[in-house]
């Protein structure tokens, strides 16, 4: 479980490990999706949609007459969304599609989420770049997109930190499944596109102890997930540190920080 792929195979990416990672980030998320629905939203359709757990909260506050569509490859995901929406009060819709390969099958949108897809993608900025004849007009296209240099536990001693992280991106910095470290290539990419209004910000995601119970399962299961790649001596130091600052979080204050790049495209 502490690859947490999806039946596709591709990492971080399971229904269990999404919804853990937004439990965890509930809060800044629901107010996100405030920030970025318009008044006149009319379709909104989220690419790599997974349990349709975006949707969900888009459809607290989209406009009534709003609909709702998501679209992914892996089936199991699909058929998780479709559950996750029956209570849902907007109209809504999941497609079985690979968004690269089926990308003249997706239907246009005021609002196309693109939210951690792109570490899995060979070629991101081609795929933007087609996606702007999906925007409707006044439109937009929101990217989200985590790095994982941008993560830190803390606090740690500063080589024991070193140690952890050199030996995690050796085992995945150049893996072929997903990019890891994706900040600074879409940082770059997104100001290549053929959108005539790129927007470029950062969101920080702050906890620190004591933690609510969703926050403090997903933090141990980032740890268990880079242990799972790092080597014996570096996996040994992470769960050393976790016992004493998370096993007895209500002695040793302790805090979790990460930065996903934000951008909007119109």
Avoid at 1 to 14: A, Y
Avoid at 45 to 53: F, K, T
Avoid at 186 to 195: A, V, W, Y
Avoid at 202 to 212: D, H, N, Q
Wanted: charged share 25%.
């Amino acid at each position: 479980m502490s690859s947490w792929h999806n039946q596709s195979g591709r990492p971080l990416s399971s229904i269990a490990w999404l919804k853990t990672h937004h439990l965890a980030k509930l809060r800044e998320r629901r107010n996100f999706a405030k920030e970025v629905v318009e008044r006149d939203t009319k379709i909104i359709l989220d690419l790599g949609c997974g349990p349709g757990l975006w949707l969900g909260l888009f459809d607290e506050i989209a406009p009534k007459n709003c609909k709702l569509i998501g679209v992914d490859s892996d089936q199991s995901t699909i058929s998780a969304a479709k559950c996750e929406a029956k209570g849902w009060s907007h109209k809504y819709d999941f497609k079985n599609l690979d968004i690269v390969k089926d990308i003249n099958d997706l239907p246009e949108a005021d609002i196309l989420l693109a939210f951690n897809i792109f570490p899995y993608l060979s070629d991101p900025l081609s795929f933007i770049n087609k996606l702007k004849i999906k925007v409707r007009p006044g439109g937009k296209v929101v990217v989200r997109q985590y790095d994982g240099a941008a993560m830190r536990f803390g606090p740690m001693p500063h080589d024991d930190r070193i140690d952890i992280d050199i030996s995690l991106y050796s085992a995945v910095g150049k893996s072929n499944q997903f990019h890891h470290y994706d900040l600074d290539r879409m940082f770059k990419l997104l100001q290549k596109t053929n959108f005539n209004n790129v927007q470029l910000d950062f969101e920080l995601f702050k906890r620190t102890s004591p933690y609510a119970k969703e926050f403090l399962e997903y933090y141990k299961n980032t740890i268990s997930w880079t242990c799972n790649y790092t080597n014996e001596i570096a996996a040994h130091k992470l769960r050393l540190w976790e016992d004493e600052y998370l096993n007895n979080h209500e002695n040793c204050q302790s805090y979790f920080t990460e930065v996903d790049l934000v951008s909007v495209l119109s």
